[in-house]
């Protein structure tokens, strides 16, 4: 492999990954699936101490989702349900699963699988200047990557089937006004706020940010009474952490805790 197309850095007990092909506005090849998927097993491999992963893209893209490259010519030879089933679903079951928080830092376009990837993550940031973009009717497919899912449940039914069947592109401040994204920032300051946001994270009681992160994934389909168990079960193995121990301790010594993560 020439280049990679994957880089993966980390400091103060956070692991920033960066798409890297910008000339391609970092669209998806397998190698780079591969390569993903090496980094977040660095992430959760045992003593590496990292407690939030924060996700962005090299060059004036975030990621313009499948690379249509490797689409071109007989359609019908690429079976697209198999590169779900072994590259994009692993890959968003994999970010939701993870037991720390994942940033996404949207330095720009954000397109098909690009957009929903950024859409599987806890927290949302985007440059004043990147935008969403549902590609997939454009080319005659439909969202995937999580789309159909997170999309109704971010923004609603109505403005979720509009996006996916008129393939509009709509800006950071669109996205941040309908609820979409969390936030938008000036694109000098993403990387800024973002890792910054990242490194605050990092410090703050991970196994309760975990419980937070499934018990959110969770609400998602589950009824109140379903709800209630999990919070119950949930805040029953938060209560045996140190965390918790230090975060009362600290309250009543009248100090800022000390989070280990454990
Ligand atoms: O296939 C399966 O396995 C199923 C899974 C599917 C998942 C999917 O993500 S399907 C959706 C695929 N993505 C798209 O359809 C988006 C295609 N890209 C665009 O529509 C536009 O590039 C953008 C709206 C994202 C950005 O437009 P613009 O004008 O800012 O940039 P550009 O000039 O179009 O792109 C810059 C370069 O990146 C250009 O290369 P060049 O001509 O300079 O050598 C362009 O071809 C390349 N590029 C952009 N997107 C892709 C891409 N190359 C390959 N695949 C891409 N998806």
Known sequence: ????????????????ITLNRPDKL????????????????????????????LLTGAGRGFCAGQDLSQR?????LADLGQTLDTLYNPLIRAL??????????????????????ALAADIVLAA???????AFAKIGLMPDSGGTYFLPRLIG???????????????????ASWGLIWKVVDDDKLMDDA?????HLATQPTKALAAIKHAFNASQDNTLDQ????????QRALGQSNDYREGVAAFFEKRPPNFTGS
């Open 26 to 53: 970092n669209a998806f090849t397998a190698d780079m699936h591969g390569e993903l998927r090496a980094a977040l097993a660095k992430v959760t491999a045992a003593g590496s101490g990292i407690r939030c992963v």
């Open 195 to 199: 890792t910054a946001l990242a490194k």
């Open 96 to 117: 939701r699963a993870l037991d720390m928080p994942v940033i996404c830092a949207v330095n720009g376009i954000a397109a098909g699988a690009g957009a929903n990837l």
């Open 227 to 234: 709800q209630l168990d999990l919070e119950r079960d949930r």
């Open 72 to 76: 071109r010519g007989d359609a019908s």
């Open 128 to 134: 004043r200047s990147a935008s969403f973009l549902q």
């Open 157 to 175: 039914d109505a403005r979720a089937r509009a996006l996916a069947m008129l393939a509009e592109r709509i800006s950071a401040e669109q996205a």
């Open 1 to 16: 492999m020439s280049e990679q197309s994957i880089l993966y850095d980390s400091a103060d007990a956070v692991a920033r």
